[in-house]
């Protein structure tokens, strides 16, 4: 059996105005089913760029995202829906909550 996440050599580069910003530059790692993996850094290291296309939010410039075995990367859009849909869960930092519900019912919201 093979691992539940595979991502090879993930690089993400976006442009602001004149500047580029390599937020990702060869990332690589695997995680088996079962696993608890943290990602921590500090601010601007690239932690929710690795997590938006890790979740599928998000396409890698370069690399590969491999979720049980199935290269989901370049998967169009319906196909993505499908995979945020039955595979991963997010609550965002910032925004996207309902403010007038408690932390329980926000997380609770997608399951009605």
Not at 61 to 71: A, F, K, N
Not at 89 to 98: C, D
């Amino acid at each position: 059996m093979g691992n539940l996440l595979d991502i090879q050599n993930v690089s993400k580069t976006f442009y602001r105005g004149g500047d580029t910003v390599k937020a990702l530059d060869g990332v690589s790692f695997s995680l088996e089913r079962g696993t608890f993996a943290a990602v921590s850094g500090p601010s601007g290291s690239g932690k929710s760029t690795l997590l938006n296309i890790v979740g599928t939010l998000d396409r890698p410039d370069s690399g590969s995202v491999t979720l049980e075995g199935q290269g989901i990367d370049y998967f169009d859009e319906d196909k993505l829906e499908v995979i945020r849909a039955n595979c991963f869960g997010f609550i965002f930092q910032n925004f996207n909550l309902i403010p007038v519900l408690s932390a329980l019912e926000n997380v609770e919201m997608p399951l009605y």
